[in-house]
């Protein structure tokens, strides 16, 4: 596939440029945005297409789930099959922001996005690129990190291109994003874990979780 490139104000996002981004996922189509947590693909959770695309895209092993990005808790209580209270002290706490929640999947999901775990990992940006395209589709969306497994994250639209033109359809260039990408937490057993390093501290997680 012929890889597109169209640049963005990530501080004032102009919609006729969303707008083509999600015409495009309403397609099934694959997208590189950039958001709080460096950049990431977008495609529609419920395209069964788009899902593989995206495996494709980064050559992904099928058993691990695809982070979905939410507009707000509402959407979360949609996607999950249930949620505890320390879903709801994070989200409050952090949300919007760089933390992936990871939650029971409700049976809507299709089980391909979860890796057949059953479990989905949640996330509300704080990006207005990304808040403004969940908001504009009314839909969550997949958004995984906007790589080649195995390879650093990509922090400018540029770099995106060069390491997915080919693999993706459309990259939507914001320049560079800093930070230090997401942190990932789950949440579904006895005792919760940090799965993967990021912006914000596990001590933060631990202070937010600990016992009144």
């Given at each position: ?34 958001t ?29 789930s ?18 505890n ?34 479990r ?9 690129v ?10 969550p ?30 990259v ?41």
């Amino acid at each position: 596939m012929a890889t597109d490139l169209i640049e963005i104000n990530p501080e004032d996002p102009q919609p006729a440029v969303l707008e083509r981004a999600a015409a495009a996922i309403r397609r099934g189509l694959v997208v590189a945005i950039p958001t709080d947590a460096l950049y990431t693909l977008v495609a529609d959770p419920f395209n069964l297409r788009a899902v593989t695309q995206v495996f494709t895209a980064k050559g992904r092993e099928p058993h691990r789930s695809l982070p979905i990005l939410v507009r707000d808790i509402l959407m979360a209580e949609e996607l999950a099959s249930e949620l505890n209270n320390r879903f709801f002290i994070l989200a409050r706490r952090f949300w919007p922001g760089p933390l992936t929640i990871i939650v029971p999947a409700s049976a809507k999901v299709p089980l391909k996005v979860t890796g057949n775990t059953g479990r989905l990992a949640l996330r509300q940006a704080s990006s207005r690129v990304a808040t403004e395209l969940v908001d504009l589709l009314g839909a969550p969306l997949i958004s995984t990190s906007a790589n080649i497994s195995g390879h650093p994250t990509c922090r400018s639209g540029i770099e995106v291109f060069g390491m997915m033109d080919g693999r993706v359809d459309l990259v939507v260039d914001g320049g560079a994003c800093s930070g230090a990408g997401a942190t990932t937490v789950d949440i579904t057993e006895p005792y919760w874990r940090l799965i993967k390093s990021g912006a914000i501290e596990e001590k933060e997680i631990a202070d937010c979780l600990k016992p009144s």
